[in-house]
């Protein structure tokens, strides 16, 4: 497993933006799918973006389509989520996570796989 720390929440205006970043240590990162997944209060956990091991297949929520980016640098050993035109749904944990990936070009891992995750950074939308 990797240790992750994801960082850069915080509270932001309805249509601001927010970039999310997400540090990895332990093993070999370039060897792991990741994802953002998040929380809202009084709901479940959900999948945001997903990002496969050379990022030659990027999924996103229908939900954020179109406004969140989730990129990833294997050399830093670091994944990022760029979130604009926030809205207070938006307001979540934003938690990391990672699963050893099956390293073909175009698939990424089900999202039960995912067996690492950062302690989650808080982000707050206000209207």
């Known amino acids: 497993q990797v240790q992750l720390v994801e960082s850069g929440g915080g509270l932001v205006r309805s249509g601001g933006s927010l970039r999310l970043s997400c540090a990895a240590s332990?093993?070999?990162?370039?060897?792991?799918?990741m994802a953002w997944f998040r929380q809202a209060p009084g709901k479940e956990r959900e999948v945001v973006a997903e990002?496969?091991?050379?990022?030659?297949?990027?999924d996103y929520s229908h939900a954020v389509n179109g406004r969140f980016t989730i990129s990833r640098d294997n050399a830093k050993n670091t994944v990022f989520l760029q979130m604009r035109s926030l809205t207070p749904e938006d307001t979540a944990v934003y938690y990391c996570?990672?699963?050893?990936?099956?390293?073909?070009?175009?698939?990424?891992?089900?999202?039960?796989?995912?067996?690492?995750w950062g302690q989650g950074t808080r982000v707050t939308v206000s209207s």
């Open positions: 996570a990672a699963a050893p990936s099956l390293l073909e070009d175009s698939v990424v891992v089900p999202t039960y796989v995912y067996n690492s």
């Open positions: 332990g093993r070999t990162f370039g060897s792991y799918d």
């Open positions: 990002i496969n091991f050379n990022g030659g297949r990027i």
